[in-house]
């Protein structure tokens, strides 16, 4: 609503003055409600700030204005903040965990590709950031009305599989990759690329297998299945405890039988190449060309993904498709959006990249020792959640219920606080704790709400609308009325953080008002503006952490 005032003033401005200088912002505390800086227009209309102020004052007096004044170049406005406030918190209370929901007019179908892991090898730490920020962008877009398509585009296919194979057929055997199978497999692994270093003959063999592989030869499939079928298992107990699900698990393998239409169609548009025997599509000057079938015929990663475009613009009609991957990838995502330009495509595809996972400041690799399996970190987080839960609160019912949505929270918000192209520090005691930037932070700040109103039904009929006159009221008020314009910020940058950081000093800016001020009063009036008040600020709170994808609480 205030977003409405903000944008009216606005409007109206520069529509009767014709420009588009004005900028009507939200000054810090103590200052007025808005204010709009006055120096660029003085400094193009040839006039002191004073004579501009007494220019457009009559001008700025729209619906819910109370009254302006000039203060040091600025035209400070005061709003009705109680029939503002009132309307901004009904508003939420009626709505609840819709706030913020938008429809769209048209359709609009965006396509997630994320979390995305390869099949064969742990889940690590490192995969969580693609599904936690892939599983948040998603969140977001559904909120504001698109239509999602989330697809893991699982790594189930490419030479790797060559490697496992061989490396399988040489060192491993049955009963040892039914017991423990993931991390067989991963032992294996490791096991060929240490290999591979004194026998140059391994990397040929493993391209063999992997084209035998793509000619569907009848025991190769068969273990390729049996890898898949025991990686998904552990995949799939990750998503479940993330709470994180797809509506597609199309992975590179689905679209075996569909690249022969995507080379044929790279044929007819003229843009195949033969070079040194392989195929591929020159992509001119400023990157190198992309790679569409080596020498012997078998196809690549970049195949793959140009098949699945095709493919999810003929079935899902998608108006954009986003990849929740790692920076790592950045080329191969120009590559991949530069041939469908050739091709005389105009694909929106966006590669939304992020940082590392690093552990004591260094990079985590599946092959070096730094390696943590996410189930691992997982079980470690709930033990430690479990413990200050109970110190904390030794007779909460349900307490492994809790531990874990503590637990996997604060991994969610370690993960999802700071931008997205920016490293993650992975460290549990810092990210477990009840204080500072953290999840468990949240999750108690809305814990804490919870306990002070559960016992209260709210009376709007009698809320005392005289105390959100008060700054520390009103300033929350003002950002609880932020939240659709937060949304929409996140969905336009990608940015899941933007909701992170806005939730937490919302929960800030709470606790510090608890500090002063009860919520419980003898007071009617007051007692259900407060409680009016304090819920909403609990509503907001709890959307944004389902947002992230983090669970709130109702004990802790
Ligand atoms: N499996 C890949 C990896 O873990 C990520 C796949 C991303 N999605 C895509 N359509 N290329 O590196």
Known sequence: MIEIVKQEIRKKIESIYDTDQVIVEEPKRGFADLAIPLFSLAKIWKMSPQKVYEKISEDVKVDHVSHIEFMNGFLNIYLERKKLSLGILSNIFEKQEHYGDQLLEQEETVVMDYSSPNIAKSFGVGHLRSTMIGNSINLIHKKLGYKTVAVNHLGDWGTQFGKMIVAYQKWGNESDLVKAPIQEMQRLYVKFHDEEKTDDTLEQQARDVFKKLEDNDETYTKLWEWFKEESLKEFMEMYDLLNVSFDSFAGESFYNDKMDAAVKLLEEKNLL?????????????????????????????????????????????????????????????????????????????????????????????????????????????????????????????????????????????????????????????????????????????????????????????????????????????????????ILHRAKEQYAPSVISKYIMGLAQAFNSFYGKERIIVEDQGVFNANLLFARSIQIVINEGLRLLGIKSLKEM
Do not use: C, W
Request: proline share 2%; glycine share 6%.
């Open 273 to 485: 190449k033969v070079d040194d025997g392989a195929t591929i599509v020159d992509l001119g000057e400023d990157m190198p060309p992309a790679l569409i079938k080596r020498t012997d015929g078998a196809t690549l990663y970049i195949t793959r993904d140009l098949a699945a475009i095709l493919y999810r613009h003929q079935t899902y009609h998608a108006q954009k498709i986003l990849y929740v991957v790692g920076n790592e990838q950045q080329l191969h995502f120009k590559q991949l959006k530069k041939v469908t330009d050739l091709m005389g495509y105009n694909f929106d595809l966006e590669h939304i990249n992020f940082g590392l996972v690093l552990i004591d400041g260094k990079k985590m690799s599946t092959r070096g020792g730094k390696f943590k399996r996410l189930e691992d970190v997982i079980k470690q987080a709930i033990e430690l959640a479990k413990d200050a839960i109970t110190s904390k609160n030794p007779n909460l019912k349900n307490q492994e219920e809790v531990a874990k949505a503590v637990a996997i929270g604060a991994i969610i918000y370690n993960d999802l606080k700071n931008e997205r192209h920016l490293d993650v520090d992975f460290n549990l005691e810092n990210m477990l704790k009840f204080e500072g930037q953290t999840g468990p932070y949240l999750q108690y700040s809305g814990v804490r709400i919870e306990s002070m109103v559960k016992d209260y039904d709210i009376d709007l009929s009698i809320v005392d609308e005289n105390v959100f006159e008060q700054d520390h009221y009103f300033e929350i008020v003002m950002l609880l009325a932020q939240f659709p314009n």
